[in-house]
């Protein structure tokens, strides 16, 4: 579950109570519960990430190359625009 994903526009339920399966459910658009929000969400998260690619090719004989590549790629966690929603974790 998406801990940064909070239902701003409400949401939808399919639980299979219908056809006994809940993509079934979805697919006839049989909904068990929907709830609807009238509030403005103002949450304006913010992420940042870094990366880079290096790849290199090298002949061993003429008609065998290989190839490889390296890549890193670092990314903070997200935030508000106005620092008041952070991503913390209580696991040890």
Do not use: E, I
């Not at 403005?40 to 004989?61: E, I, M, P």
């Amino acid at each position: 579950m998406d801990p940064y994903a909070n239902a701003s526009r409400g949401y939808y339920n399919f639980s299979g109570f219908w056809t006994g399966n809940s993509y079934a459910d979805f697919l006839l658009g049989y909904l068990n519960t929907a709830d609807r929000l009238l509030s403005v969400n103002t949450n304006h998260l913010l992420a940042t990430s870094y990366g880079f690619f290096g790849q290199d090719d090298w002949k061993v004989r003429p008609n065998l190359t290989l190839t490889s590549g390296l890549r890193y790629r670092a990314q903070q966690g997200r935030r508000s625009r106005a620092r008041t929603v952070g991503a913390t974790s209580s696991r040890t």
